[in-house]
């Protein structure tokens, strides 16, 4: 089999971290970066070994040779690009939010299913280790039927900068960008239900742009389940790092970074902990195997013809979350989903 001709359209940070996934997968072939900016373009395509370079994606869609391409534009960009491209045949990973709202990922989704061209977006802790490992877990029901979770995506003394901080581009802030993670990571390990109900509480305390910084946000799930999340930027405290996760269920509880179970023990009359076996502490956090595994799950659901998941349904219904969260806030009442 011929190996995946994959594209990557910007050339920052998370662009990178695709480009060097790409890198080490086998049957995937870097052919071309996309970049407004040709001063940034140049080294990024000579670091990687890119023999194409385009400063629009049409001019790359004209000349062909692509089976797929990674986004990594700011947020504003995804619907626009991600739907030019699936509409020329072009299988597209998106990065999280995949779009601006919901209305634009449901326009997302059927560019997909027109043209038959895959769109999956890039939820990258859903392919991390100790994630699937507690996944695993969750699915043998070690801990029982889940009542309640906590999730945390959030910045300790620390925010973006640059089109991050501004709605037109952004659409939201660190709900957005960093509370997104703690929602997706709750409802895959969930078995991902259906959201009814979202309340919020959502503000801008610690900077002075237009978009949120810090927020709580609580959603009730088909399954009787509720999701406490929390979103921040330059917070001077978080229960763990971005995606961390505390699930309580009816016999045990579970948790994320540190990665273990708690469960009773009825013949020694204690509660035992469980160990993952992977360290407390990660350096780095997200680690560059989590992003080549969704690159290499991308390449294998392409290559034999599956739909990708997370795809374009699960961002959408991430992103129904988040417009809740945001009107919720607005309105100081339960929306109802």
Known sequence: MSKLRL?????????????????????????????????????????????????????????????????????????????????????????????????????????SELS?????????WRFDDEVRWLKQQLDEDRIGPIVRTKGSGVHVYWGPSG?????????????ADMGIHAIDTARFLLGDPQPVEVYADIRTEYGDYDVDDTGVILITWDTGATSLIESGWWQPHTDGPEASTQIYGKRGFARLFPTYLTVP??????????????????????????YDTQLAYFADC??????????????????????????????QKVVDL
């Open 116 to 124: 038959g061209a895959k769109l999956m977006v890039a939820h990258c």
């Open 7 to 111: 594209a990557v359209l910007g050339t920052g940070y998370i662009a990178r971290i695709h480009a060097e996934a790409a890198r080490s997968q086998a049957d995937v072939e870097l052919v071309a970066v996309v970049n407004h900016h040709e001063d940034s373009m140049r080294p990024f395509a000579a670091q990687f070994g890119i023999p194409r370079q385009y400063t629009s994606l049409d001019d790359l869609i004209a000349e062909g040779g692509v089976d797929a391409i990674s986004i990594n534009s700011p947020n504003y960009l995804h619907a626009p690009q991600s739907i030019r491209a699936l509409q020329a045949g072009i299988h597209v990973m998106v990065e999280k939010p995949m779009a601006m709202n919901a209305r634009e990922a449901r326009q997302m989704m059927n560019a």
């Open 302 to 331: 392409i290559q034999q013809d599956r739909t990708p998941v997370p795809g374009g349904i699960e961002g959408w219904i991430n992103l129904k979350i988040v417009d809740a969260a945001y009107e919720s806030s607005r309105t």
């Open 265 to 290: 023990d009825p013949l020694e009359q204690r509660v035992v902990r469980i160990e993952s076996g992977f360290p407390e502490t990660r350096d780095p956090h997200c680690p560059q195997r989590m």
């Open 163 to 175: 089109w991050f901080t501004e709605a037109r581009y952004a659409g939201g802030g660190a709900l």
